[in-house]
């Protein structure tokens, strides 16, 4: 079979949250609880006995509806989140794009939230004097530099994000329906960035709920249904069986 | 042991986001206020102003060069109270990006008790514009002053942690440490002499409040221009790395657990 390097391993992994509504936040709240004695936790499996390996070099897709912890798993991945049983082991640099410009600093500049983003990738200053040009010039916002980000739009925001995120050729590239906001130009030219690195050999999880762009993107594809994997395949086939579903 | 040392190559690797989330801090700090940096050596000033009228005319206590007995407690007393409030919010104020990329959660508490340092650092200023003034004898012992600001670095460091990481799951930690930390100030010799608590509680007065142990050695550096206890400076540090060492196991043990309630 397949001899490349398998650079994703999750085996069995199990997310558990506790319920948002049985959240204790406050000492009051807790010692309440404690006296009338109903501090149960209420479980909830964010995603259930999930396998995946994924070898060097493949682009995965992640189809289903909101909730079915699509998100989560590719949380999982990053590192973000640990999972409760199982295990997940990574080789090789990630780069995610859960939320574009998560790390942005709404007072400081976009040239300061350059640095910062950057930093917060893991990348070292030196490393970011040297492309940072290749990033303003990539993200086209030449003449808003010195603007501070609250006042940029959420397109805008995203582009700078994008361009930062992708600056380097990460190993593992991790998206998760970013593309919405931005426009059509835009978008396309993230398309085409994101083909570019998958040419190379960079590996690409990517969620999304434009069918089309996932069957375009991705040779492979998981279809999860309340945390747990339905149905993996190469993506052709999970989409039309994802679709079938849906518009029954 | 081999843990450690990764854990220490983590720190090394995110040195330049501990750099970045700092200097962020101190630059927004100011940012948009007409005198900017120069509040941070003004701001002392003017509270030690305000406080040497009040207590050499209400209260008088009979130490000799108020003013700087004044400004060496406060400052450091007042880096120790914003370092651990700033750190308290690190973790949960920072909910977002925690939520969307992996980071070491450490290093915002790092890097919020770290710019409290730096802030200090512009206030020394004021210290030293209140020394030249009451022209306080300067001796070469000034040059053990790092070495009492680094075990109260260590020591606010570790409660820092150690609160950052139960703040998560006690909101109210914030608030009741407001008020924890007026009582605190009440409690060391910040603005009265040590000599006016009765000698028999004055052991306890020592022990159980470190902040009078480092409080006293800076003054003794500073305003009296002699060596400082050495046996005071030996425990400072034990007291300051066991706080390290508690807040640091205690944010490693939940650390796992704050995406779920973040």
Redesign the interface.
Same mark, same amino acid.
């Not at chain 1, 959240?23 to 009051?28: E, G, V």
């Not at chain 1, 990053?78 to 640990?82: A, P, Q, R, T, Y």
């Not at chain 2, 977002?96 to 980071?103: E, F, N």
């Given at each position: 079979m397949d001899n490349s390097k398998v650079v994703i391993e999750v085996q069995n992994a199990t997310v558990r %949250? =506790?319920m948002a509504c049985e959240? &204790?936040? =406050? $000492?009051?709240e807790?010692f309440i609880k404690v006296l009338r004695r109903d501090l149960l936790f209420q479980e909830f499996l964010a995603l259930k006995n999930i396998d995946l390996t994924i070898r060097e070099g493949e682009s995965w897709g992640f189809v289903g509806v909101n909730g079915s912890g699509k998100s989560t798993l590719l949380?999982l991945i990053?590192? &973000?989140?640990?999972p409760y049983k199982g295990t997940v082991k990574t080789y090789g640099q &990630?780069a995610?794009l &859960? +939320?574009l410009g998560?790390?942005f600093?709404g007072?400081?500049t976009a040239r +300061?939230n350059i %640095? $910062?983003n950057g930093?917060?990738?893991?990348?070292? +200053?030196k490393f970011m004097r040297e492309h940072f040009d290749e990033i303003v010039d990539f993200a086209e916002l030449h003449s808003f530099l010195d603007m501070p980000i609250k006042n940029y739009s959420s397109g805008m925001a995203a582009r700078l994000g994008f361009s930062v995120a992708t600056m380097v050729r990460p190993e593992i590239l991790i998206v998760d329906e970013i593309l919405a906001v931005g426009d059509y130009a835009f978008q396309q030219k993230c398309q085409k960035r994101m083909q570019e690195m998958l040419a190379d050999g960079t590996t690409l999880l990517f969620v999304s709920h434009s069918i089309e762009e996932v069957k375009k993107l991705c040779n492979n594809a998981m279809w999860l249904s309340h945390g747990e994997s339905l149905m993996t395949g190469t993506s052709n086939e999970v989409c039309d069986a994802y679709m079938n579903s849906q518009t029954k | 042991m081999n843990n450690l040392y990764i854990r220490l190559y983590g720190l090394y690797?995110?040195r330049?986001?501990l750099?970045?989330?700092v200097v962020?801090d101190v630059?927004?700090k100011y940012?948009r206020s007409i005198l900017g940096y120069l509040w941070s050596v003004l701001n002392p000033l003017m509270t030690m102003m305000v406080l040497v009228i009040v207590f050499s005319n209400l209260f008088r206590f009979d130490i000799p060069n108020f003013p700087v007995y004044l400004i060496t407690g406060s400052t450091l007393f007042g880096f120790m109270s914003e370092a651990t409030t700033m750190a308290i919010a690190s973790i949960t104020g920072n909910a977002?990006?925690?939520?969307?990329?992996?980071?070491p959660k450490y290093v915002f508490t790092l890097a919020r008790v770290t710019s409290s340092l730096v802030n200090m650092l512009f206030s020394m200023t004021a210290i030293i514009i209140v020394v030249l003034i009451t022209k306080v004898q300067i001796t070469p012992y000034i040059l053990l002053a790092p070495l009492v600001i680094v075990e109260v670095y260590l020591f606010s460091l570790g409660l820092g942690i150690f609160l950052a990481a139960a703040s998560v799951?006690?909101?109210?930690l914030q608030y009741l440490w407001g008020i924890f930390i007026t009582m605190w100030m009440y409690l060391t010799p910040i603005f009265y002499p040590i000599t006016i608590i009765p000698e028999k509680y004055r052991f306890w007065y020592y022990w159980l409040n470190p902040m009078t142990g480092y409080v006293s050695q800076f003054r003794d550096i500073v305003l009296h221009g002699q060596m400082p206890d050495v046996y005071s400076v030996c425990a400072g540090f034990m007291i300051a790395f066991i706080a390290l060492l508690v807040g640091a196991y205690t944010f490693y043990r939940s650390q796992?657990n704050f995406?779920?309630?973040i």
């Open positions: %949250f =506790n959240r &204790i936040c =406050n $000492l009051k807790y949380k990053c590192g &973000i989140l640990k &990630i995610p &859960i +939320e998560a790390g600093d007072e400081l +300061e %640095f $910062l930093a917060v990738l893991g990348h070292s +200053e | 690797q995110y330049d986001l750099k970045q989330l962020r630059k927004l940012r977002a990006l925690l939520k969307k990329t992996y980071v799951f006690f909101r109210d796992d995406i779920l309630y």
